[in-house]
């Protein structure tokens, strides 16, 4: 006996037989049985189902003749037991269509994750298969739409595991048959829509291929306000570049830069690093370089094998510059790294642990297994590495630093070895790929002098190659005589570095004297890189002149133009020129540095308000700096991204430059995107300097503001004495100063501070403060939210009453207020009031509302905690697969996301329904 509820319901008997049932309500009775297989269902709730509100006196005697009608059915009088107050149908797993098809898609996804697509296909076709419409089709209810809503997941799921397996298997048509399928009835889901971006391209149809992509930015933006994501571009990118070849793997995370245009000799090493990561590589390769030095080409060298040997790592190859050695600022954070390397590889920024080690573990999780490349470019030492390794032998890691790192060769089998300067032959080669043969074999006597002077580094080679050929028709002759009078005779030849600041300081002779300066003012400019606008500001000049002297000093290699249009220097380039800067008058500097940090507080500013346009602005210091043009959010987002970097660092210049009100100003303009992408630690970092700067203000409006915004800060971070500590200074000056809002917010941040450490009465009586506040002011979204806060705590503290009291009260506001994060959150506290009174099927309903809103708006920190909420209501009725489901959810995101003591929460409550976790 086989039962089909994935569709409208049917039974099928032993001979194959297929009995549709044609009445309604013996129909919506079965699937309603089956729904909750081998469990009770009340006649209740099945006198609820076949007749709604008001069913006749005579239902439950007409449930007891449809439950005898389907026994006959069945022709299996045991098959349905019970009677008078409930029903159970036993159904075994392979009676069901259901179970089928959920048995279906994990064997095929586990034959998948064991390298067999070919068994893969055949259970995912199989599961596919089994689907003939809407499950359960008729019924209504949270509970049902829970199933689907599941179900739904799993098919969507099932389907793009085929794709991924008929790809391996290249059957690329079916392939993306399959995908094309899913993307019509899927649109917004991106993942489906690069996975026939990937079919199609590999079939030579790279054209469709670029359509899709184009599609998904119109559907994208027109209804949902968004642009495509990181892997979506990524791999419209690698399209557009010819991509991987058709039959190839699917495209994975390519962070490398590009290789070096010329590149000579290191045979032996080249060699050497075969030898070390081959043969399935398994352990990690060190390049060092001589005392530290820079310049001898140890990354040029690590990205021309990487981008040799990109095939041996079909699923990703990561790139970070570690900045050990940088003249800019102190060496990257190894937390700072693993962010950006779980932003790659697709974690949300609201699921990033806050904890460094937690980030480590989630990096080594994602590349187990991976044939994933990691070059961690110009380490500062070994402890800065080691929290980047992967944790298994399937990944291949190549670093490059000036130090030699005998913790790595010590602790993990590293291939220790060092680079020399270039031979003079392989110097003369890299010269006629710079220069063309032609014009080498010309002077051979010039060119020998040349590569005597430049002592074999690369970087001085190409600085001196860049100059020439900027010069076409220059004897190079005459280059050597200019570099002579340079002084090069009284450099101390033992030491070949000490050949390139003279070839840097003769390079800049030739430069105009407005291209020199901009030089110069590069080096101290915020930053790892800059682009046009920022540079413009920094030399206030006219673009256009700016774009021209700095394409004057690319062509002499003294700055590298990135594929993504920024500007960046060779770090000992960049320090070079800010050696330079200091021989500028000291009020040249000084405003340069303002201007350019005034562009980026403004275009910061420009941003975050449109992030959050209900924000009240700021009143910005005057200046003439002229702010990035942003038209939307994305371009907001995008900006922010790209320039997250530099605004830490602006924030720093201008605390070295005491400009005190932009420092804080800038931590203002900064926190709603620390908040929407999850970076908490930057979210403290820069409010506590933020605060620093304003104990210097006069300004006590500032002071409290900082450190309302540092308490909210920490409270995040559950840092409850810190977040306490400066919340109660903030309310402090915002009464002294009778401000009104300032008061409003700051209990508003209390109550939920107090709230998370389960201080039931200080929590409520912050948050009747604030609501209070808020009426007053008239704010009606605020108003709304306050309502919701009160109605939240007080049913924390066991007043259940006056809880649904407020809330409804506030979702009763939110029907013409578009704020969905404050709808989602009454929502939840609705459905925990629902289920601590035992009305658990609401509870439900309510959980799954809140849900909806907390995962279209992608707050998935919020989702998690509406996915421990509704555990608690399943796990009463005795849903307990549906309890655990949820709960486990929130735990991944609890447990990325290093909030132990959530966690440990939630592994409380598996453990009580007998879990593994």
Same mark, same amino acid.
């Given at each position: 006996?086989?039962?089909?509820?994935?569709?409208? &319901?049917?039974?099928?008997?032993?001979?194959?037989?297929?009995?549709?049932?044609?009445?309604?309500?013996?129909?919506?009775?079965?699937?309603?049985?089956?729904?909750?297989?081998?469990?009770?269902?009340?006649?209740?709730?099945?006198?609820?189902?076949?007749?709604?509100?008001?069913?006749?006196?005579?239902?439950?005697?007409?449930?007891?003749?449809?439950?005898?009608?389907?026994?006959?059915?069945?022709?299996?009088?045991?098959?349905?037991?019970?009677?008078?107050?409930?029903?159970?149908?036993?159904?075994?797993?392979?009676?069901?269509?259901?179970?089928?098809?959920?048995?279906?898609?994990?064997?095929?996804?586990?034959?998948? &994750?064991?390298?067999?697509?070919?068994?893969?296909?055949?259970?995912?076709?199989?599961?596919?298969?089994?689907?003939?419409?809407?499950?359960?089709?008729?019924?209504?209810?949270?509970?049902?739409?829970?199933?689907?809503?599941?179900?739904?997941?799993?098919?969507?799921?099932?389907?793009?595991?085929?794709?991924?397996?008929?790809?391996?298997?290249?059957?690329?048509?079916?392939?993306?048959?399959?995908?094309?399928?899913?993307?019509?009835?899927?649109?917004?889901?991106?993942?489906?829509?690069?996975?026939?971006?990937?079919?199609?391209?590999?079939?030579?149809?790279?054209?469709?291929?670029?359509?899709?992509?184009?599609?998904?930015?119109?559907?994208?933006?027109?209804?949902?306000?968004?642009?495509?994501?990181?892997?979506?571009?990524?791999?419209?990118?690698?399209? %557009?570049?010819?991509?991987?070849?058709?039959?190839?793997?699917?495209?994975?995370?390519?962070?490398?830069?590009?290789?070096?245009?010329?590149?000579?000799?290191?045979?032996?090493?080249?060699? &050497?690093?075969?030898?070390?990561?081959?043969?399935?590589?398994?352990?990690?390769?060190?390049?060092?370089?001589?005392?530290?030095?820079?310049?001898?080409?140890?990354?040029?060298?690590?990205?021309?094998?990487?981008?040799?040997?990109?095939?041996?790592?079909?699923?990703?190859?990561?790139?970070?510059?570690?900045?050990?050695?940088?003249?800019?600022?102190?060496?990257?954070?190894?937390?700072?790294?693993?962010?950006?390397?779980?932003?790659?590889?697709?974690?949300?920024?609201?699921?990033?642990?806050?904890?460094? =080690?937690?980030?480590?573990?989630?990096?080594?999780?994602?590349?187990?297994?991976?044939?994933?490349?990691?070059?961690?470019?110009?380490?500062?030492?070994?402890?800065?590495?080691?929290?980047?390794?992967?944790?298994?032998?399937?990944? /291949?890691?190549?670093?490059?630093?000036?130090?030699?790192?005998?913790?790595?060769? /010590?602790?993990?089998?590293?291939?220790?070895?060092?680079?020399?300067?270039?031979?003079?032959?392989?110097?003369?080669?890299?010269?006629?790929?710079?220069?063309?043969?032609?014009?080498?074999?010309?002077?051979?006597?010039?060119?020998?002098?040349?590569?005597?002077?430049?002592?074999?580094?690369?970087?001085?080679?190409?600085?001196?190659?860049? =100059?020439?050929?900027?010069?076409?028709?220059?004897?190079?002759?005459?280059?050597?005589?200019?570099?002579?009078?340079?002084?090069?005779?009284?450099?101390?030849?033992?030491?070949?570095?000490?050949?390139?600041?003279?070839?840097?300081?003769?390079?800049?002779?030739? !430069?105009?004297?407005?291209?020199?300066?901009?030089?110069?003012?590069?080096?101290?400019?915020?930053?790892?890189?800059?682009?046009? !606008?920022?540079?413009?500001?920094?030399?206030?000049?006219?673009?256009?002149?700016?774009?021209?002297? !700095?394409?004057?000093?690319?062509?002499?290699?003294?700055?590298?133009?990135?594929?993504?249009?920024?500007?960046?220097?060779?770090?000992?380039?960049?320090?070079? /020129? #800010?050696?330079?800067?200091?021989?500028?008058?000291?009020?040249?500097?000084?405003?340069?540095?303002?201007?350019?940090?005034?562009?980026?507080?403004?275009? #910061?500013?420009?941003?975050?308000?449109?992030?959050?346009?209900?924000?009240?602005?700021?009143?910005?210091?005057?200046?003439?700096?002229?702010?990035?043009?942003?038209?939307?959010?994305?371009?907001? !987002?995008?900006?922010?991204?790209?320039?997250?970097?530099?605004?830490?660092?602006?924030?720093?210049?201008?605390?070295?430059?005491?400009?005190?009100?932009?420092?804080?100003?800038?931590? @203002?303009?900064?926190?709603?995107?620390?908040?929407?992408?999850?970076?908490?630690?930057?979210?403290?970092?820069?409010?506590?300097?933020?605060?620093?700067?304003?104990?210097?203000?006069?300004?006590?409006?500032?002071?409290?503001? #900082?450190?309302?915004?540092?308490?909210?800060?920490?409270?995040?971070?559950?840092?409850?004495?810190?977040?306490?500590?400066?919340?109660?200074?903030?309310?402090?000056?915002?009464?002294?100063?009778?401000?009104?809002?300032?008061?409003?917010?700051?209990?508003?941040?209390?109550?939920?501070?107090?709230?998370?450490?389960?201080?039931?009465?200080?929590?409520?009586?912050?948050?009747?403060?604030? %609501?209070?506040?808020?009426?007053?002011?008239?704010?009606?979204?605020?108003?709304?939210?306050?309502?919701?806060?009160?109605? @939240?705590?007080?049913?924390?503290?066991?007043?259940?009453?006056?809880?649904?009291?407020?809330?409804?009260?506030?979702?009763?506001?939110?029907?013409?207020?578009?704020?969905?994060?404050?709808?989602?959150?009454?929502?939840?506290?609705?459905?925990?009031?629902?289920?601590?009174?035992?009305?658990?099927?609401?509870?439900?309903?309510?959980?799954?509302? #809140?849900?909806?809103?907390?995962?279209?708006?992608?707050?998935?920190?919020?989702? &998690?905690?509406?996915?421990?909420?509704?555990?608690?209501?399943?796990?009463?009725?005795?849903?307990?697969?549906?309890?655990?489901?949820?709960?486990?959810?929130?735990?991944?995101?609890?447990?990325?996301?290093?909030?132990?003591?959530?966690?440990?929460?939630?592994?409380?409550?598996?453990?009580?329904?007998?879990?593994?976790?």
């Amino acid at each position: 006996m086989l039962f089909e509820v994935l569709g409208s &319901a049917h039974v099928v008997r032993p001979d194959g037989a297929r009995t549709p049932l044609a009445a309604r309500k013996p129909r919506l009775l079965l699937s309603l049985l089956l729904l909750h297989a081998n469990e009770p269902v009340r006649t209740a709730r099945i006198v609820d189902e076949l007749w709604g509100a008001t069913p006749p006196r005579s239902a439950p005697g007409n449930v007891k003749t449809y439950v005898s009608d389907l026994r006959r059915l069945v022709a299996d009088p045991g098959r349905i037991v019970g009677g008078r107050s409930e029903y159970t149908i036993r159904v075994n797993r392979d009676e069901l269509d259901v179970f089928g098809f959920e048995d279906a898609v994990s064997r095929g996804a586990g034959a998948l &994750a064991d390298g067999e697509p070919a068994d893969a296909a055949r259970h995912l076709a199989a599961a596919l298969a089994l689907w003939r419409g809407e499950p359960f089709a008729g019924l209504d209810g949270p509970d049902v739409d829970a199933v689907r809503a599941r179900l739904g997941e799993r098919r969507l799921t099932a389907r793009a595991h085929l794709v991924r397996a008929l790809l391996a298997l290249e059957r690329h048509d079916e392939a993306a048959a399959v995908a094309r399928e899913a993307v019509v009835e899927h649109p917004f889901r991106e993942d489906l829509r690069a996975l026939l971006m990937t079919a199609l391209h590999r079939m030579g149809r790279s054209a469709e291929a670029l359509e899709v992509y184009a599609d998904a930015r119109r559907v994208l933006d027109r209804e949902l306000g968004l642009s495509p994501g990181a892997e979506l571009r990524r791999l419209h990118a690698a399209v %557009l570049d010819r991509g991987p070849r058709a039959g190839g793997r699917e495209v994975g995370v390519a962070q490398l830069p590009a290789a070096p245009p010329v590149f000579v000799g290191r045979g032996p090493e080249l060699g &050497a690093l075969d030898a070390a990561l081959g043969g399935g590589v398994r352990k990690a390769a060190v390049i060092s370089a001589v005392a530290g030095a820079g310049g001898i080409g140890k990354t040029s060298l690590a990205l021309l094998w990487a981008h040799r040997h990109r095939d041996r790592f079909p699923d990703g190859q990561l790139y970070v510059d570690l900045r050990g050695f940088s003249p800019d600022g102190p060496p990257l954070e190894p937390a700072a790294v693993l962010r950006g390397f779980l932003g790659a590889l697709g974690v949300e920024p609201t699921r990033m642990p806050v904890d460094q =080690h937690a980030r480590t573990a989630l990096l080594r999780s994602l590349l187990a297994g991976r044939r994933a490349l990691l070059v961690l470019d110009n380490a500062a030492d070994a402890a800065q590495v080691v929290p980047l390794l992967p944790g298994d032998d399937s990944c /291949a890691v190549v670093i490059t630093s000036r130090a030699r790192l005998p913790g790595l060769v /010590a602790g993990f089998g590293a291939r220790q070895f060092v680079l020399g300067p270039l031979t003079g032959a392989e110097s003369r080669h890299l010269l006629v790929g710079r220069l063309g043969r032609a014009q080498v074999d010309a002077e051979p006597a010039a060119v020998v002098e040349l590569v005597r002077l430049c002592g074999g580094f690369p970087l001085a080679l190409t600085v001196i190659a860049g =100059h020439a050929h900027a010069q076409p028709g220059l004897p190079l002759a005459s280059l050597v005589d200019q570099l002579h009078d340079s002084a090069f005779d009284v450099l101390d030849e033992r030491d070949p570095m000490a050949s390139l600041p003279a070839v840097l300081s003769w390079s800049r002779r030739a !430069l105009t004297v407005e291209q020199d300066e901009l030089f110069s003012l590069l080096g101290t400019a915020p930053g790892p890189d800059t682009d046009l !606008l920022a540079a413009t500001a920094l030399a206030g000049l006219p673009r256009s002149r700016v774009r021209s002297a !700095l394409r004057a000093l690319e062509q002499v290699s003294l700055v590298e133009r990135t594929p993504t249009g920024r500007y960046r220097m060779h770090d000992l380039i960049r320090r070079y /020129a #800010a050696d330079a800067a200091d021989r500028l008058p000291n009020s040249d500097r000084r405003e340069a540095l303002r201007r350019v940090v005034d562009f980026h507080l403004r275009t #910061a500013h420009a941003a975050d308000r449109l992030l959050h346009p209900h924000r009240p602005p700021l009143r910005l210091p005057p200046s003439c700096a002229q702010p990035h043009p942003l038209p939307d959010e994305a371009a907001a !987002l995008a900006w922010f991204d790209a320039e997250h970097a530099c605004l830490l660092a602006a924030q720093h210049t201008a605390a070295t430059e005491q400009r005190h009100h932009v420092v804080w100003q800038l931590a @203002w303009c900064l926190d709603t995107f620390h908040h929407r992408r999850g970076l908490l630690q930057d979210q403290v970092l820069t409010w506590s300097a933020g605060l620093a700067a304003a104990e210097h203000l006069d300004d006590t409006a500032v002071r409290a503001r #900082a450190h309302r915004s540092l308490g909210r800060a920490h409270s995040a971070l559950r840092r409850h004495d810190l977040a306490v500590a400066h919340l109660d200074r903030a309310l402090a000056a915002a009464e002294a100063l009778d401000d009104r809002p300032g008061r409003a917010h700051t209990h508003f941040a209390l109550a939920n501070a107090r709230d998370l450490w389960e201080e039931h009465e200080p929590a409520l009586h912050h948050a009747h403060r604030c %609501l209070d506040l808020y009426r007053e002011l008239g704010n009606t979204v605020w108003t709304a939210r306050a309502l919701n806060l009160v109605g @939240w705590c007080a049913a924390r503290a066991g007043d259940h009453a006056t809880a649904r009291e407020h809330c409804r009260a506030a979702l009763a506001l939110y029907e013409n207020q578009d704020d969905p994060d404050g709808r989602a959150a009454t929502l939840d506290s609705l459905g925990y009031i629902a289920h601590r009174v035992g009305r658990h099927h609401e509870s439900v309903e309510r959980y799954q509302q #809140a849900l909806a809103l907390r995962h279209r708006i992608g707050d998935t920190f919020q989702e &998690a905690q509406s996915l421990e909420g509704v555990g608690h209501p399943h796990a009463a009725l005795g849903r307990h697969d549906r309890a655990r489901a949820a709960w486990r959810a929130a735990l991944r995101v609890y447990r990325d996301s290093g909030l132990t003591e959530d966690a440990a929460r939630v592994r409380r409550w598996l453990d009580g329904l007998g879990c593994r976790t």
